[in-house]
């Protein structure tokens, strides 16, 4: 009896594994009908997936007689899902045509707002380059929809953002923060990332931070072949874009070869005074040797030159209208802008991929950037400030400069080159009054990255890495334009009698020439080493992924000049190094196939920046005392639906960040004295909470449907120490400890704490499409200064409280300004067209249909604003009251494209 069931047994489990059979299918552009490599091919609910390979082919094995989905995806296309029966026989799917979204042409690229092309007010950028590359329905929706007007999700910075090419990363020491005008305008190399993750899901590639990764392999073979050509027409930054880009793909040979380039250019932008011209480059060479080994070599830059927009105090925009910018005047009859950037910091890389066996991969990449990044701005030797909204022009300190404001004389209004050329020109000795200047940053970065994959079984996925970059800067002030004048004095006209006033000791009464340094002159290196792993385990209906991260960084000021001020400002500062650490941890519970429930969280520590380690790096070593790393905590849950005609997400997240390092600069009123300071916080805790809730639905055939709804809280979550950092403390070491600022429960001024979207789009066989989304944006609050929440702002100089001081009047003065709640509506509109073997496409994005003008998208309290007393004077709170940027209004953006 037990040799007849063991005999049925093994003919059962006989027939199960015999039964099994294998489904295949091509997957193909429906523009073009060409193969689309690389592409993820999954089948539902099994969780199986596999890549197509150059021909398009993929083929699952084994695959059990039953019902099942596919599900197959890539960036820029429409998903496509389809349920499939299979039984005893091997099933063919033949050609799988994946129909190309037009709106994904768009993909990379950045429109920053006013306030983030400030050049001195601002230093953050936007992810939205990022968030437009995910696939997540919420991401997507943020970054078209609600990323037009200055949205962040989740409200985190930039800096916790990793962008990476090739395996490096290429956030910027200085700050952590990511520049994209690095690689601005190549969309066609960057339209596709080989990652983009969203929030803590774990990488493939590398540890990863609060706002996600987006990995870019820039070899030609994982890129379209053939050639693109588009020209763009907007009113945003730049008023047209050409770009041109040609891949020739792998040939017999196993070489393969692409280029691309674009120009972006306005003579004038929708702002007033201002430009822009920009140019982008990318070679690439391939070399497939053999199915181990490829070599991929890249070189790639982005030069450009822009000017920037002011922001103002309402009273300046009441009188001249909210596209008013201070930066510019007439000269010769011509608009000149004193603020321009310039920036060209070109990168080659060369990486290896080793295929070194069936299921393992290693990548390794060498890589080296190098360039010049710089801001111009006005600066003068004892002379007036020239700024046509410094402060004593302002119709609320001299009411006689009011009629001048109303008729907007430009003389006035707007920076009078003629008067600071003949302020040069009038002098004896021909020295500068005035002179154009720039603050220059010059990188060299070299970096090492080698990225391990490897299938260690079929339940169990392995990754790995280990990183270096070596970050050597030059930091100085370079004398661009002398005005007219012979020369100019590298001398500080604010030194106190008796003080030579050299801001070099070893070169005094220094003539300085055009090109010359003058000001400040330092070097900083910045090294890290990391090693990060993870790994991924499938139990039954679990997937589990582990993380954990160490590092090491050290950071070395080096100063040039010996300031006269300062006894630590010349030679090399003592090396601060951070030890960082790190642990990640994802769970998926797969309900079914189309029914998820996953959760994130994480600890670790980054080191602080090179800006957080030398606050007044421009003129002494000095450091924050007991200087820590951050420290990071978040966690979110999620569930997630993929279903064939509705996707959606709801998502509740927590996030603390401890012991950051928060710097503003400015000029302080107190009672008895004006201070120009670095005001640092350090020791500053932040919370980030809330809900994301995502809906994308297929209504009809051509008809979809999105809604996304982001309710957030981030606010300062205790009250920091506050030092202020200034030439008024040099004999103290360069500053002073100022006690506790009061920021606990305040909110933080990085995003719309509330943002809703709610869209709808018709798509036609014929490929045209329709597409109009409403947006409502609420809680968006001013940044404050933390000087007016410490002791020191309702007390005098001997430390006794102000008698005007009051509960109410206190509570009033400090209370954060919220922005009004706006609506903006966006649409776009496209189709695509075959002529043989080519095939063209236009598309039209217009945002802000309304043309609402009334949206500031920012703004910031002044420091000057450091005593109580001063607060309640009417006038002066007008002077010196908040400064803010708007919303340009309506802007429009199309693109035609021609692909062959």
Known sequence: MIRIWLTFVVLLLTTQIFSQTKVTGTVKSSMDEKPMYNINVLLNPTNVS????????????????????????QMGYDSFVQKITVGEEPLELGDILLS????????????????????????????????????????????YELGAY?????????????????????????NDRVDFGNWGGLNDVTRYPAEVTYGLEPSDYTFGDLGGVMYIDTRPSTMRTGTSLSYSLANRSYRQRVMATHNTGLNK????????????????????????????????????????????????????????????????????????????????GEKRSERIKKNHEPMGQLTHHWDFSENSKLTSTISYQTGKNGGSRLDWYKGNNPSPIYYRRMPSFDDSSLAAWQNNDTSFTQINWQDIYTANLNQADGHGVYALVSDVNEDDILAFSSTLRSQLNDKTTLFAGVNYKSTNSEIYRELDDLLGAQFYWDIDDYADPGQSGNYDESNPNRKAYEGDRIQYNYETTHDVMDAWASANFKVEKFDVTLGGKLSNTSIQ????????????????????????????????????????????????????????????????????PDLESTKVSSADINYILRGSKVKARVTGYFTKTADEVETSFGYLDFEDANLFTAEVLSGVDKQYFGTEIAVDAQLTTRIRAKAVASIGQYTYANNPDLYYFSDDYAEEGGYRYLGTSYLKDYKLAVSPQKGY?????????????????????????????????????????????????????????????????????????????????????????VNNVLDNKDYRTGGFEQLRVANYNNAQDENYMKTFGNKYWYDQGLSYFLNVFLRF
């Open 50 to 73: 596999v890549t197509t390979d150059r021909l398009g082919f993929f083929q699952l094995s084994d695959v059990a007689p039953g019902d099942y989905t596919i599900e197959v995806n």
């Open 757 to 845: 979207s709610l869209g709808f789009e018709y798509r036609d066989p014929k490929y045209w499409w329709f597409g109009v989304t409403g947006n409502f944006l609420a809680d968006n609050y001013v940044d404050i200064s933390p000087s007016r929440r410490t002791d020191r702002f309702i007390r005098d100089q001997y430390g006794d409280l102000y008698p005007q001081v009051t509960e109410e009047g206190l509570r009033r003065t400090l209370q954060q300004e919220k922005f009004d709640d706006q609506f903006m509506l966006n649409a776009n509109a496209g189709k695509t067209f075959r002529f043989g073997d080519y095939y063209m496409g236009i598309s039209l994005t």
């Open 557 to 624: 000021r080096n100063g040039l000049f010996d300031n006269y001020q300062y006894t630590n400002s010349y030679g090399e500062s003592e090396k601060h190094d951070f030890l960082d650490y790190g642990a990640k941890l994802q769970l998926i519970y797969k309900i079914n196939g189309r029914n998820f429930i996953t959760a994130n969280g994480a600890y670790y520590t980054n080191a602080p920046t090179v800006n957080d380690v030398f606050p007044q790096g421009r003129e002494n070593n000095s450091s924050i």
């Open 150 to 174: 200055w949205f962040r999700t989740r409200g985190y910075d930039n800096k916790y953002s990793d962008v990476m090419f090739n395996g490096v990363r290429m956030n910027k020491v200085d």
């Open 253 to 332: 040979n196993g070489w393969g070869f692409m280029a691309s380039g674009s120009r972006r250019w306005a003579n004038e932008g929708r702002i007033d005074g201002t430009f822009y011209d920009a140019w982008a480059y990318y070679l690439g060479a391939e070399k497939k040797f053999n199915d181990q080994h490829t070599l991929n070599l890249t070189v790639m830059g982005a030069p450009y030159r822009r000017s920037t927009n002011s922001p103002a105090t309402q009273e300046i925009y009441d009188l001249m209208g909210t596209g008013y910018n201070a930066y510019w005047g007439y000269q010769n």
């Open 100 to 143: 190309y979204n037009p709106q994904s042409m768009n993909l990379g690229v950045i429109s920053l707002s006013d306030e983030e092309l400030s050049s001195d007010e601002s230093s953050s950028q936007s992810s939205v380059g990022l968030l437009s590359a995910s696939k997540d329905v919420f991401a997507q929706a943020a970054a």
